[in-house]
């Protein structure tokens, strides 16, 4: 629907439009907000210049937009056929980001952070990974510009999907079993628990602590902060452009969040026209009922990792040392919200909506057998969300436009949908009290 010409050249930051600005971070020792200079030996000062920015857009570099050309402009489709199945009369789109070379979303900000680190002389970039997405991405993207990339994958995913391993060497990664025996942070674990399923606080630990060692090697984060959030814009960006050509705006617009970094990138640049008028979409966000940070936990500064090495984050939170249960869509299983996303639904923007991955990967078989795709575990959930909201409509015969964002495809995640298909696949009950000791151990930050 657009062809390479039409591709966004700008990234959109939702910031200067907002009512009110996020609560800044602070440095976890003298709770003042953080610096440049506490983040340098984490990010090159390109990408921190961009996690500060009070500019509504920066423009995208030549040398990233030549990468993106490689897919992008993505495809948007009408699913028609799950419209049919469904007996719905409303519309369903969905802007389709698995078909990036490392098959998701996460390229679209793992190529601009690889282009800037190579810029600023870095030679080595450390990452941690849940499902693999993230860490596929930022092994493409390190072997565009000649860096070397070291991954920390979560171990419960790192059991349960070997392709993605391999997947991340091919490209020239290197990929290690969180928690390992190669940090501090991780030997302390291993240490009382040999088989411990890890988390993405734990990589993030392991990955962050190499990086902090060597003034060669720097820090990629794959969501939560605004930098990343910023790079995933082009796609909701791109679907404006899209739409506009059909002539039509969307009702409900429907992401999975986890970080928050395809969510935000789908939703932004939509929510910047209804903040200006111009249209009146409900916007919701999808989490796994396991890791329900948005819609469960508390809105409160705290670690974005599970050692406490990183700077302090106003968030939604279910505490730093949560550990959650090893659900399939191991890209959501992350503690905590994204900072501006939690800003942004503590300001009654945007809605939330926890489901568990069974009715999960029910809607990922429907859509499968009607669309055919396959998707990856973390879409699924806001599949099942827009099945939900198309079959309301049918109940009320309303014809609403419903957007979604496929972040990825499943190809090598096959083993969840197994685990579905044979009936292996359960639901964890959770509850408050799930939540409540990692709750309580959220640090204490004056007013």
């Known amino acids: 629907m657009l062809d390479e010409s039409e591709m966004p050249t700008r990234w959109y930051n939702v910031i200067p439009d907002l009512p009110s600005p996020p609560p800044p971070p602070l440095h976890p020792g003298t709770m003042q907000p953080v610096g440049p200079e506490d983040l340098a030996p984490l990010f090159p000062m390109d990408l921190i210049l961009q996690e500060v920015t009070t500019d509504s857009y920066v423009d995208i570099p030549e040398e990233v937009q030549d990468v993106y050309r490689l897919w992008r402009p993505s495809p948007l489709y009408r699913a028609h056929r799950l419209e049919k199945a469904l007996g719905t009369p409303a519309k369903i789109f969905y802007k389709y980001e698995g078909v990036s070379p490392a098959g998701s979303h996460k390229p679209n900000t793992a190529v601009p952070q ?43 995913s790192y059991d349960a999907k070997p392709y993605r391993r391999i997947m991340i060497e091919t490209f020239g990664g290197t990929v290690h079993r969180s ?33 902090a060692q060597d003034p060669e090697i720097r820090y990629a984060l794959g969501s939560v902060l605004n930098h990343v959030l910023l790079h995933q814009t082009i796609i909701g ?5 899209q739409f506009a050509k059909l002539g039509l705006a969307p009702d409900v617009i429907v992401g999975c969040t986890g970080g928050g970094s395809n969510f935000g990138g789908l939703t932004f640049p939509f929510l910047r026209e209804k903040m200006a008028g111009k249209m009146n979409p409900t916007i919701r966000a999808v989490e796994p009922a396991s890791c329900p940070s948005l819609t469960q936990g508390v809105y409160a500064y705290d670690f974005g990792d599970t050692a406490g090495m990183t700077p302090l984050m106003k968030m939604h939170t279910l505490g730093h040392d949560f550990i959650p249960d090893p659900i399939h869509a191991g890209g959501l299983r992350y503690h905590g919200m994204s900072p501006l996303i939690s800003h942004i639904y503590e300001l009654g923007l945007i809605e ?8 999960c990967f029910s809607a990922a078989i429907q859509f499968a057998r009607t669309e055919g795709i396959v998707p990856a575990p973390e879409p699924t959930h806001a599949i099942a969300a827009c099945i939900r909201e198309a079959l309301a409509c049918k109940e009320s ?5 419903i957007l979604t964002a496929l972040c990825g495809h499943g190809h090598l995640d096959l083993a969840s949908y197994d685990a579905y298909l044979s009936g292996r696949m359960t639901d964890e009950d959770v509850t408050s009290a799930r939540f409540a000791e990692s709750i309580a151990a959220i640090p204490v930050v004056p007013a």
């Not at 941690?128 to 991405?137: H, I, L, M, N, S």
Request: hydrophobic share 45%.
């Open 114 to 156: 690889a282009y800037y680190n190579a810029k600023a002389g870095v030679k080595k970039l450390t990452t941690e990974t849940g499902a693999g997405q993230w860490g596929t991405a930022l092994a493409f993207a390190c072997a565009q510009y000649g860096l070397e990339c070291e991954v920390w994958q979560v171990g419960a």
């Open 179 to 211: 928690p390992s025996d190669l940090t501090n942070a991780g030997r302390a674990l291993l240490a009382g628990h040999p088989d411990h399923p890890g988390s993405l606080g734990i990589a993030i630990s392991e990955a962050v602590e190499v990086a």
């Open 237 to 241: 960006e791109e679907a404006l452009l």
């Open 352 to 359: 939330a909506l926890a489901l568990p991955q069974t009715e």
């Open 397 to 401: 015969g309303e014809e609403k436009v």
